[in-house]
């Protein structure tokens, strides 16, 4: 089988595309954003540099930091299109499907090209807010709606997406749910691993933006410090002025992280006691998914009940369920401090479900499976240039 990937260059779309590598399927990559080779996935053919229509990459960078608008110009008048660039790309490789990753990024902008050629297999997969944030603005609304409709094939990352996806509009098949960027390596993580009663990190995701809620999280964090007078807080991927702040006023020893490598944040998460992320909008979030595998005990923000498909309030985790109420963080905060009981039939619990539901080796069979279950077109796809 001839699969076309199309995804911007992320962590998350990596992980998933490993997944092929040592498959029979031929795969192809167009980058949708253009960023360049990545030497990283040599083993699949990739379809870069096809976007700049002017200068190189330094004298581009250059001149959108200091003139932003006639960057801009620029770009709007010498650069390829997108729809121009995937359509050759398209009819080049003659694919057997094409797999888009995230909606606004991967899917509206091929859209018309797609419409155009409808002999060609779609597939979709919803990441993050893709569906649940996005549906509830009009504009945005129309684009999901047209995309669905057009859709013959979706993943989710939880059963959530797929039922708003029927409500506006897919009528494809429905593949399954997977975590966005496949399985975990559940045997490196494995020798990291702390015991429960060694732990004494509590991690805090720290994004704070447009879905991002870790100021409540630290709000309910100031108003403990006698119960957290034991523990270390430690808070990565914090980029908001605010999140720093916070070091002068939370009294136990506080560590503040921007962005970390993937295998730094994996080592915190195997020596955290509790792991808290908190937003107003979200998929199955990766992280969530990373500190089970790695015996952290969640409490994790549940929008739309999305995560609450695998965590089971006071057992092997603890919902937020108002992600701007630092009350009810801090109340779930000092629950668990005071219920190490609870965490350790969590740790045992999460390990077993992550070694059967969440590993690399399982996940990628039934990723493997999905794309199987999509039939080739033999080449009789009727393309006309």
Known sequence: MKILLVSMNNLHFTRWSDQLRESDHEVFW??????????????????????????????????KKRVPKFFSFLSSQLDAPVEKAFEKALLDIQPDVVHSFALYISC????????????????????????YYFQHHTAYLKDIQKVLLRMDYLITDCHRDHLIALEHGFKGKFL???????????????????????????????????????????????ALPGLL??????????QHPEIFEFQKEIKPTIRVHGLLDHSQILEL?????????????????????EAMCCGAFPIQSNPGNATAEIVTHASNGLLIEDCENSEEIQQHISFAIQN??????????NQAY??????????????????????TTEGSIPFER
């Open 30 to 63: 167009f980058d949708i954003k253009d960023q360049g080779y990545s030497p990283s996935m040599s083993w699949m053919t990739q379809v870069v540099g096809w976007k700049k229509g002017f200068l190189k990459k330094k004298g581009r960078s250059f001149i």
């Open 108 to 131: 509206t902008p091929i859209y018309e090209v797609m419409k155009k050629h409808k002999e060609v297999n779609w597939l979709y997969s919803s990441w993050g807010s893709d569906l």
């Open 176 to 222: 399954g749910v997977i975590p966005g960027g496949g399985g975990f390596e559940l045997d490196s993580i494995q020798n990291k691993i702390q015991a429960v009663s060694e732990r004494k990190i509590i991690l805090v995701k720290g994004n704070q933006n447009r879905s991002g809620r870790a100021l409540p999280v630290l709000k309910a964090l100031v």
């Open 229 to 238: 007078c034991d523990y270390e807080i430690v808070i990565f991927g914090a």
């Open 269 to 289: 998460m195997c020596a955290s006691l509790i792991y808290i992320g908190n937003s107003n909008s979200d998929g199955m979030p990766n992280t969530l998914l």
């Open 340 to 349: 190490i009981s609870m965490i350790q039939n969590a740790f045992a619990y």
């Open 354 to 375: 992550a070694q059967e539901h969440l590993s690399r080796e399982v996940l990628t069979k039934k990723a493997l499976k999905m794309y199987q279950s999509i039939p």
